[in-house]
């Protein structure tokens, strides 16, 4: 089975600072990666997914973008973080969710 | 596209009782249906899962049914404790392997 590995488990960040989170998988080889984000008591909103390197799909339009450097690397960045960025951002393999990253943008 | 309804968002039942969650879907081409429970502050642990082609899965005191006609799946935990309180996560995935998902439901476990 997969294991997913997210970092930092919290973070707060300025207004205006980039952002960068990391995403790494065990288990598997050539795994679909998804990035969520959940608001505080709300389902799980679909960021990007990504079906091998270097291919990007993004759900909704936004302030982040994802990229997929390597076969077992999912990164979720900002150039300019917005108040509205704030939340749980999830990195998921097919089955299986990381322990999440909580960023507060004050 | 796929749409995933859940319900009830919130229940509460007394320890030792059974709960049971439901799930609808909407594209009857969806043939994969876990659950997972979140407990606060941490990701979603996915804790059973039914395929298509099977009507009804059990793993202890955690059992899912499908009704692929009706489109709907259910969650059943029996002899509830405690330690299930979380929030629970329905979701249905066809081929592309894209999970949509229900809303959620906050179960309490009154002791």
């Known amino acids: 089975s997969q294991t997913i590995h997210q970092w930092p488990a919290t973070l707060v960040q300025p207004v205006g600072s980039p952002l960068s989170l990391e995403c790494t998988v065990e288990g598997t080889s050539n795994p679909n990666l998804y990035w969520y984000r959940q608001a505080a008591g709300r389902g799980l909103q679909l960021l990007f997914y990504?079906?091998?390197?270097?291919?990007i799909s993004s759900e909704v339009p936004q302030n982040l973008s994802a990229s997929r450097p390597q076969d077992r690397q999912f990164i979720l960045s900002s150039k300019k973080l917005l108040l509205s960025d704030s939340g749980f951002y999830l990195c998921?393999?097919?089955?299986?969710f990381g322990p999440g990253t909580r960023l507060t943008v004050t | 596209g796929e749409n995933v309804e859940q319900h009830p968002s919130t229940l509460s039942v007394q320890e030792g009782d059974s709960a049971v969650i439901k799930c609808t879907y909407s594209d009857s081409a969806s043939n994969y249906f876990p659950w997972y429970k979140q407990e606060l502050g941490k990701g979603p642990q996915l804790i059973i899962d039914?395929?298509?082609?099977?009507g009804e899965k059990k793993d202890q005191r955690i059992a899912v049914t499908l009704n692929k006609t009706a489109k709907h799946f259910s969650l059943h935990i029996t002899e509830t404790q405690p330690e299930d309180s979380a929030v629970y996560f329905c979701?249905?995935?066809?081929?592309?392997?894209?999970?949509?998902f229900g809303q959620g439901t906050r179960l309490t476990i009154n002791p």
């Open positions: 998921a393999g097919e089955q299986y």
């Open positions: 039914i395929r298509s082609n099977v």
């Open positions: 979701a249905a995935e066809k081929g592309a392997q894209k999970l949509v």
């Open positions: 990504s079906v091998g390197i270097g291919q």
